[in-house]
């Protein structure tokens, strides 16, 4: 069945409130850890005749990325790590304050109209990294929704928000994040023990 538009245009919605300066502000600058440098992603916009990445159902990556994950998402680097070794057990960058992962793919990630071999994971939300301004990827979305055939991806509701913003952290600079943000009760998807280097160590008793 086809998207309806109405669906569309909330979606539409949802993502142009995102752009705005409030949900940028909520963007804190950070610093690389370690300050090793980063090449550009591999990003093109996505045609009409390619299919997205986890259309048939089982990528966990892409249901994260399309706002198509529940409660399991709490898991879902665990389970990368476990699943895509190549791309998931050795970061191309972390960031701290906030905590941010940049990883990078063999395979291009294809969602919401975009494709990319760099993908971004932070406490709650999961994003891909693509070229562009914000305003050049939002119209490759609306290009992609209006033309797709299939349901809009994944539910948009009080947990999930599709999140399109710039980033400007070293390696990430004039680049779009685009993606899912889970708004789960104390939701972590990098507390994980393999990240135990971004808690601070409990106080010794006196």
């Not at 791309?87 to 975009?114: H, I």
Request: one cysteine or more.
């Amino acid at each position: 069945m086809r998207t309806s538009s109405s669906n569309k245009f909330l979606a539409l919605a949802l993502l142009l409130a995102c752009t705005s300066e409030a949900a940028r502000a909520q963007q804190h600058p950070a610093t690389p850890v370690p300050p090793s440098p980063a090449a550009a992603p591999t990003v093109a916009p996505a045609t009409g005749a390619a299919p997205d990445s986890g259309a048939d159902g089982d990528d966990p990556l892409f249901d994260a990325l399309t706002c198509r994950s529940g409660p399991e998402v709490a898991r879902l680097l665990a389970r990368l790590r476990r699943d895509r070794p190549d791309d998931f057990v050795q970061t191309e960058r972390q960031y701290s304050d906030p905590p941010m992962d940049l990883y990078r793919l063999e395979v291009p990630v294809q969602a919401w109209g975009q494709q990319s071999d760099a993908v971004v994971i932070t406490a709650n939300r999961v994003l891909m990294v693509v070229n562009g301004s914000a305003d050049e990827v939002a119209r490759a979305l609306e290009t992609s929704l209006a033309g797709s055939e299939a349901p809009l991806s994944g539910p948009l509701d009080d947990q999930h928000a599709l999140v399109l913003y710039t980033e400007e952290r070293p390696g990430l600079q004039q680049r779009v994040l685009i993606g899912c943000e889970y708004r789960l009760p104390e939701l972590s998807l990098l507390d994980d023990p393999d990240d135990a280097w971004r808690k601070a160590p409990i106080p010794e008793a006196p």
